[in-house]
């Protein structure tokens, strides 16, 4: 299996990367975070380190500094991989980086417009240039796999507004995008899906409620941090797909990653099986009361 995960340097890229890797693929590691700089985000995790974890799982990990906003860098990634490979198996549009352009609960006449809109073309631009130039490669063989990962499923995000506009409209995009995607490929023999994790302890969460993946459940947030999960939670439903040979079925379609581990049998590097959408939407926004290990 060749791979490639665009927006691999930490968090659901990184988780998915190396559950790939598990699964023995050879896998592409993109991103802007590099040993010898950072991108806007600023942050210490890099590709190298996926790609490093990537091999250790089992896999071939291949670091390979792009910027997807940049056609031209990503027409050069994809000429790469046809040189070193001849084709490509499964792609996982995962690039986001936006987390400190967007403003919280904030109308859009008060919320920065450069910002919402650099968040916007981070989300959805980089998506649409990345299949651009490697889609051809996918298409060259029936069985071909699309992920676009999101936050929220089509019908949570329907009918929830997420923060604010751009947010929102970033978040409803990538869904359509694998919409997108499912018809395009449907003439090859290929499948375009959209995941989102739950409540996902990547390093920046982690980091930002003050604690590691050894005390999480210290963190003094929302309870349904209790439901949270593992970048490899829904890493490992991404492989399971990318593995499926019925794979076709999940094509159009908008999951979460606990529907996922339901339908493969998965579970946490824990040994859990997080639901925290079905904790949301079963228990916080109905008024209930109920214990959130009861959705793990």
């Known amino acids: ?16 990367a190396v559950e790939l890797g598990a699964a023995g693929a050879t896998v592409y590691c993109t991103g802007r975070s590099t040993r010898e700089g950072r991108s806007e985000m600023d942050r210490p995790e890099t590709i190298e380190e996926t790609a490093e974890l990537v091999t250790a799982a089992g896999g071939t990990g291949i670091a390979v500094r792009t910027d997807h906003l940049d056609p031209a860098q990503v027409e050069a990634l994809a000429g790469r ?85 751009y947010y929102d409209l970033a978040k409803m995009s990538v869904n359509r995008l694998a919409f997108a995607w499912s018809n395009e490929l449907r003439p090859y ?44 939670y829904v890493g490992r439903g991404v492989a399971a797909i990318a593995t499926d040979p019925d794979k076709q079925r999940w094509s159009g379609k908008s999951v979460d990653s606990g529907q996922l581990a339901e339908a493969y049998g998965l579970t946490d590097v824990d040994g859990s099986r997080p639901q925290v959408w079905r904790y949301i939407t079963e228990v916080k926004e109905a008024g209930k009361d109920a214990d959130p290990a009861d959705y793990r």
């Open 1 to 16: 299996m060749i791979a490639l995960v665009a927006g691999a340097t930490r968090g659901t890229g990184r988780g998915i």
């Open 81 to 165: 991989v046809d040189r070193e490979q001849g084709r490509l198996d499964v792609l996982v549009n995962d690039v986001w980086g936006g987390e400190h352009l967007w403003e919280w609960d904030t109308p859009v006449w008060k919320h920065d417009m450069d910002k919402g809109l650099r968040l916007l073309r981070l989300a959805i631009d980089t998506h649409i240039i990345t299949s651009r130039h490697l889609l051809p490669l996918l298409i060259r063989n029936e069985g071909g796999l699309v992920v676009e990962v999101t936050d929220g499923t089509w019908t949570y995000n329907e009918t929830h507004y997420r923060e604010n506009v």
């Open 189 to 232: 023999g290929g499948t375009g899906v959209a995941i989102t994790p739950g409540f996902l302890r990547s390093e920046a969460m982690l980091e930002g409620f003050g604690v590691t993946e050894d005390n999480w459940r210290e963190a003094k947030v929302d309870s349904a941090w209790q439901v949270s999960e593992t970048p490899a």
